[in-house]
């Protein structure tokens, strides 16, 4: 079968970003073989350096066209400490999510080896599970403000957004990803119990919920769910949750499975442009220094892969970065000795020669 092309933009951006986004689109160049598509790949300059010269983080043109001409877009990261308000990330990253109505930040934290994890006596079979933080509202709605900024008597206000629609959307996804993957169990977090907003969530899950025979409906207090995570992260399967704990308990699952330099994540709304992107941000005191774990950015262009319909060039990819982490072909965050570029070429020559074999 012939697709079209697939059209894909490239936000390498601050930091670590551009050194595991060029990783990945070495891995990209790799997994060629297994395409039915050709792709047409372009740079964009998104990112501090750019905003610092010219003061435009991304123009309202640049924003729409991100989502009118492009299937995909993958992103290195965003932040640097000369912008210390952070505006630029938020432009473009948080700009991208909410713009283009990405509600979904799907965010998998799946094991691949049993060294790689903290939590004594855990196997792969043990921590296999997927958030899927809600992406457009909450917190992030950046409702309120900053008033009589440093005087005595200053005010910060941030306001809390959920809607109906918006929190029934999410946890829909959840429960039909659970259904479409085989999944028994969806778990919600929220703070119901000191913050009556959120019994929204509670009544959305359990009403939702009740159409999908099957899939057992599990709620909890985010502070306990934080704790259970550690404790018994066999018993979660799927979590859906709001945009600020799910940003939190992103970190945290990531380091169930090794950390951050290994967890990757999608941004989407069926039927648009979707957005992926690490977990990670920019991490400053690692650029320029080939130390970066560039496997985050590179499962990230893996769930890519899968979302434009390569179901075998992602699986490749996949089992690339999991050949990479049994030999030990991993960089100092995962116990291994190799450099980001190193790291980068085992998986693309590993792939080249699945492709060959
Ligand atoms: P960070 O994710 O950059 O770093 C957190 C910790 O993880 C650091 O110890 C870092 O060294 C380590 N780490 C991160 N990525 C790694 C990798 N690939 N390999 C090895 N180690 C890695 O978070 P931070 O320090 O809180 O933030 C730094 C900047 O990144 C800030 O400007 C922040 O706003 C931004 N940020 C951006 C994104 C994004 O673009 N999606 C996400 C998170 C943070
Ligand atoms: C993430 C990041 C962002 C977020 C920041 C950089 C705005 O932490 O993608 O997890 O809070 O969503
Ligand atoms: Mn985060």
Redesign the pocket.
């Not at 951006?13 to 970003?17: A, L, S, T």
């Not at 992103?75 to 400490?81: E, F, I, K, Q, S």
């Not at 992107?277 to 690692?286: D, K, N, Q, T």
């Given at each position: 079968m012939t697709r079209s092309a697939v059209r894909l933009a490239v936000i390498a951006?601050?930091?670590?970003?551009p050194e595991?986004t060029a990783e990945a689109l070495k891995v990209l160049d790799a997994v060629q073989p297994f395409f039915a598509s050709g792709w047409t790949v372009e740079q964009l300059p998104f990112g501090a350096d750019r905003y610092l010269s010219t003061g435009v983080s991304i123009s309202p043109a640049e924003m729409s066209r991100l989502g009118s001409d492009f299937d995909a877009i993958l992103?290195?990261?965003?932040?640097?400490?000369r912008?210390p308000g952070?505006e630029h990330?938020r432009d473009i990253?948080l700009g991208m999510r909410f713009k283009l109505d990405l509600y979904v930040n799907e965010r998998p934290a799946r094991l691949l080896d049993e060294r790689l994890t903290p939590i004594k006596g855990k196997t792969v079979e043990d921590i296999d599970l997927v958030i899927f933080r809600e992406n457009t509202e909450g917190l992030y709605a950046g409702i309120g403000g900053i008033f009589k900024e440093g005087m005595p008597d200053e005010i910060t206000i941030a306001e809390e957004l959920n809607t109906r629609r918006g929190v029934e959307r999410i946890i829909r996804y959840a429960f039909d990803w659970a259904k479409s993957h085989g999944k028994t169990r969806v778990t919600m977090a929220d703070k119901a119990n000191a913050i009556p907003a959120h019994s929204l969530w509670r009544r959305v899950f359990a009403e939702v919920g009740e159409e999908y025979a099957g899939i057992r409906r599990d709620t909890r207090y985010i502070d306990a769910m934080a704790m259970d995570l550690i404790r018994t992260p066999e018993s979660f399967q799927v979590i859906v949750t709001g945009n600020l704990f799910g940003d939190i308990l992103s970190?945290l699952a990531s380091t169930l499975v090794g950390?951050?330099?290994i967890a990757p994540s999608a941004n989407r709304n069926p039927g648009r442009v979707a957005m992926f992107?690490?977990?990670?941000?920019?991490?400053?005191?690692?650029a320029g220094k080939d130390?970066?774990?560039?496997?985050?950015?590179i499962l990230s262009l893996a769930m890519l892969l899968e979302t434009v319909g390569e179901q075998d060039a992602a699986n490749a990819v996949e089992s690339a970065v999991s050949a990479a982490v049994s030999s030990g072909a991993m960089?100092?965050?995962l116990g291994g000795s190799l450099g980001t570029g190193a790291v980068g070429d085992w998986i693309a020559e590993r792939i080249r020669s699945m492709a060959d074999g």
């Open positions: 951006g601050d930091g670590i970003g595991v992103v290195g990261a965003l932040g640097d400490p912008v952070n990330a990253l970190d950390g951050l330099g992107e690490p977990v990670h941000g920019s991490a400053p005191p690692l130390c970066a774990n560039p496997m985050a950015a960089s100092a965050d």
